[in-house]
């Protein structure tokens, strides 16, 4: 320290002095440092209340989702089974037409000819087993439009036939002839409600497809929220939790102790007090360099962190 009255440096004034000028120093690096820790203190907040933002909000949206494939669901299991209702009267429509004219062409070329019975003693049964033959099947195969078909046109299979035991033949009834616009009524009844069916179908199938399409959509969409719900790990914060603990044990744990132990002259460090005072510098700035450096890892962590995928457009 320079001496004012004899004008030189009072160097056992200045080694005097220098515990208190480092005591203060320490309580300075201390005070300074609670400045970072809160920043950090901050940061680790910040960081909490966005993930568990971020988990709600998905949780929300993954809801939200499920009650809407709910719905989906049920409206794509009503559109199949009016597709499938059409789909079998249609069928049905077909089968029936083919057994009316396989009944029509049993009766015109083997009834009378291949089939030669009795009217008057031939059975239901045997009439289905002729046409069994006919088709060249098992009379178990026939189905129910085919014997539909021969019930109806049994009196025609008995009009077909010529008695064998009798000395007159069976008088032959005159066909009756349609009335033409009675039978164009009826086809063109026919042919419109074959057109409704053909319209309801398509209708159908139309909303099927929107609707199988936006289950799809609801289901990438739920897959990748999925991934990123269980990717958000609050686990992650464990090296913020390291980064404060090491911050404050170098940075404010440290010069405190040595500023407690000069203040109590308990200090145990073989070292002259300037080589004290600069292993506590080096070790404040460690730590102080150490939660910087923290901090600009988790900021470049969150700039690059992908964000939740938007919502498919689904017409």
């Not at 971020?54 to 559109?79: F, M, P, S, Y």
């Not at 005159?174 to 009844?189: G, S, T």
């Not at 026919?190 to 057109?195: E, G, P, R």
Request: charged fraction near 30%; avoid cysteine.
């Amino acid at each position: 320290m320079w001496d004012g009255e004899g004008g030189r440096w009072n160097e056992d004034s200045w080694y005097g002095s220098l515990p208190k000028m480092v005591t203060g120093l320490y309580g300075a690096l201390a005070a300074s440092a609670s400045v970072f820790i809160g920043i950090l203190t901050a940061l680790l907040t910040s960081k909490l209340t966005s993930l568990s933002s971020e988990r709600n909000r998905i949780d929300r949206r993954v809801r939200a989702i499920d009650a809407r494939l709910r719905g989906l669901r049920d409206r794509k299991e009503r559109l199949n089974e009016k597709l499938e209702n059409i789909e079998e009267m249609w069928e049905d429509q077909e089968q029936r037409e083919k057994a009316e004219e396989q009944v029509e062409d049993f009766i015109e070329n083997y009834v009378g000819d291949e089939f030669q019975e009795d009217p008057d003693e031939v059975e239901p049964m045997e009439v289905h087993g002729a046409f069994a033959d006919f088709l060249g099947v098992d009379i178990a195969d026939l189905n129910d439009f085919h014997t539909e078909q021969l019930q109806e046109r049994y009196e025609d299979v008995l009009n077909k036939l010529q008695p064998t035991g009798g000395l007159f033949q069976p008088a032959q009834l005159p066909d009756v002839p349609v009335d033409a616009e009675v039978q164009a009524a009826y086809d063109q009844i026919d042919h419109q409600w074959q057109i409704h069916n053909r319209e309801q179908y398509n209708q159908n199938e139309r909303q099927w497809i929107q609707t199988n399409t936006e289950i799809r959509g609801l289901r990438r969409e739920r897959q990748k929220l999925v991934d990123r719900f269980n990717a958000i790990d609050t686990a992650q914060l464990w090296g913020t939790l390291r980064a404060s603990a090491v911050a404050i044990i170098l940075t404010v744990f440290v010069p405190l102790l040595m500023y407690l132990l000069r203040e109590t002259e308990l200090t145990f460090i073989p070292a002259p007090v300037a080589v004290e005072a600069v292993l506590v510098f080096v070790i404040w700035a460690l730590g102080l360099g150490y939660v910087l450096y923290h901090i600009r890892a988790q900021i470049s962590d969150e700039d690059s962190t992908e964000g939740l995928p938007d919502e498919p457009d689904i017409g």
